[in-house]
């Protein structure tokens, strides 16, 4: 093999696609999560029941299985909420934070919580409340 041919190989190596069927399909160009090099990227979340393709109704149900969804890619890539270093969240209305925020933590179950940010957006896909994406890491 030449110089070119071993660095192609080594990038290949480096990043797996995690996808699961527990989750509803990606609805853009992009993957369910990335593992590369002990770290998941999972892709921002929506609450799209994975059985029906239909979206959870109110913000606590919308969070709800947002979480869910996370939590199958997560055991997809044989990890769990307390692998998670970092998480950003999404809110169509800020006014959705304690409600969001409580149904959140009580996912993470630890006192020892991932970094994180939250923003208001002007919009989300399918005109849902909220959207979730987080960073994992292999312990």
Same mark, same amino acid.
């Given at each position: 093999?030449?110089?070119?041919? *071993?660095? %192609?190989?080594?990038?290949?190596?480096?990043?797996? &696609?995690?996808? %699961?069927?527990? =989750?509803? *399909?990606?609805?853009?160009?992009?993957?369910?999560?990335? *593992?590369?090099?002990?770290?998941?990227?999972?892709?921002?979340?929506? !609450?799209?029941?994975?059985?029906?393709?239909? *979206?959870? =109704?109110? &913000?606590?149900?919308?969070?709800?299985?947002?979480?869910?969804?996370?939590?199958?890619?997560?055991?997809?890539?044989?990890?769990?909420?307390?692998? =998670? =270093?970092? %998480?950003?969240?999404?809110?169509?209305?800020?006014?959705?934070?304690?409600?969001?925020?409580?149904?959140?933590?009580?996912?993470?179950?630890?006192?020892?919580? !991932?970094?994180?940010?939250?923003? /208001?957006?002007?919009?989300?896909?399918?005109?849902?409340?909220?959207?979730?994406?987080?960073?994992?890491? /292999?312990?």
């Amino acid at each position: 093999m030449n110089e070119f041919e *071993l660095k %192609t190989l080594s990038l290949h190596s480096v990043k797996k &696609i995690i996808s %699961t069927n527990r =989750v509803p *399909l990606a609805i853009g160009a992009y993957s369910q999560a990335v *593992l590369s090099r002990g770290i998941l990227y999972i892709s921002g979340q929506i !609450p799209l029941h994975p059985e029906t393709g239909n *979206l959870a =109704v109110g &913000i606590e149900e919308e969070t709800h299985q947002v979480m869910k969804n996370i939590a199958s890619i997560l055991k997809e890539a044989e990890m769990g909420f307390d692998n =998670v =270093v970092k %998480t950003s969240i999404f809110l169509k209305d800020m006014n959705d934070f304690v409600k969001v925020n409580e149904i959140y933590s009580s996912y993470l179950g630890t006192q020892n919580y !991932p970094a994180r940010e939250t923003i /208001q957006v002007a919009g989300l896909p399918k005109n849902v409340g909220v959207e979730i994406s987080m960073i994992a890491h /292999q312990k």
